[in-house]
């Protein structure tokens, strides 16, 4: 068991839905002899802060770029200018949103890690770094890509695109994708189909968003504490959801620890 004293959340401006202060508010109290500061967003503040330095943050983000789900990203690739414009872009606007954007965990932690302060990278200091880049990891069983709305760590990342893009929908859903495409309904009438399906998801404005953040925080934070990644139990807030009913069922319906998880947070 590992004590934490310091925690460090990094917000994303991004997504309003979020509310940080709550969530700093439920990590003080699952934690309370660790100090929790909420900070600004890790690669905006750096790029106001660093000035020339910009440029290299923005070649760094865009070879992390996944371009190809069945193939690892190539360490040091050839990145366009374009690429790199747009990364540059993306990091001076703080209302911007990415879109279809898969980024390799491996490569943008260690460009989050490169950014954090060196005094706060100590076992008993948590940094978490939320961001609406959407991020992906190889599973070792088909070697492909998936996203990812967690990602534990030193640091730990919680990825608000992941969050809605990474968990799967109901088979219903995909059946009315399905449809839409083959009937070539336009979007609207693809949407009008999809809200005739009986399927609850949580979508980049909901405000359920702040209790799902609450959650995964934890996990990043359990994880660092225990050494032990999520929990086998659907109903612990420490489960590993692949599909939206499942995270809505442990952060939303339970949103709970189970005895065991609670027991260890507790005695930390
Ligand atoms: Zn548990």
């Known amino acids: 068991m590992v004590q934490i004293a310091n925690v460090f959340i990094y ?8 509310d940080f202060e709550a969530l700093a508010g439920y990590v003080r109290r699952m934690l309370p002899s660790a100090s929790v500061q909420l900070r600004g967003p890790l690669l905006e503040d750096a790029i106001d802060q660093r000035g020339s330095r ?3 943050l923005a070649r760094a983000l865009a070879q992390a770029k996944v371009r190809d789900l069945e193939a ?3 360490g ?23 879109f279809g954007i898969l980024y390799d965990a491996g490569f943008l932690l260690d460009v989050y890690r490169e950014l954090l302060p060196a005094a706060e990278s100590g076992l008993d ?6 961001t609406n880049q959407l991020i992906g990891s190889r599973d070792e069983a088909d070697k492909r890509y998936h996203a990812r709305s967690v990602i534990l760590g030193a640091p730990a990342v919680v990825s608000t695109s992941g969050i809605v893009e990474a968990p799967a929908r109901t088979a219903g859903y995909y059946l009315a994708r399905g ?12 949407a009008e189909l999809g809200r ?3 399927d609850d998801f949580l979508k980049t404005d909901d405000p359920r968003l702040t209790e799902v953040a609450k959650g995964l925080t934890l996990q990043a934070l359990s994880y660092r504490i225990t050494g032990e990644a999520f929990c086998e139990s659907p109903d612990c807030r420490l489960y590993n959801a692949h599909r939206q009913s499942e995270l809505i069922r442990s952060q939303l319906d339970k949103g709970q620890l189970c005895s065991r998880h609670a027991a260890a947070i507790a005695n930390c």
């Not at 040091?76 to 990415?98: F, K, T």
Request: aromatic share 4%.
């Open 196 to 198: 005739t399906i009986a």
């Open 72 to 74: 690892a990203v190539p």
């Open 76 to 98: 040091g690739r050839q990145v366009l200018p374009g690429e790199v414009r747009y990364e540059l872009a993306r990091l001076r606007n703080r209302d911007s949103r990415v």
């Open 179 to 190: 449809v839409s495409q083959a009937l070539g309904l336009t979007e609207i009438g693809a």
């Open 54 to 56: 910009e440029e290299v």
């Open 11 to 18: 917000q994303e401006p991004r997504c309003a839905a979020i």
């Open 125 to 130: 200091s948590a940094s978490i770094i939320f």
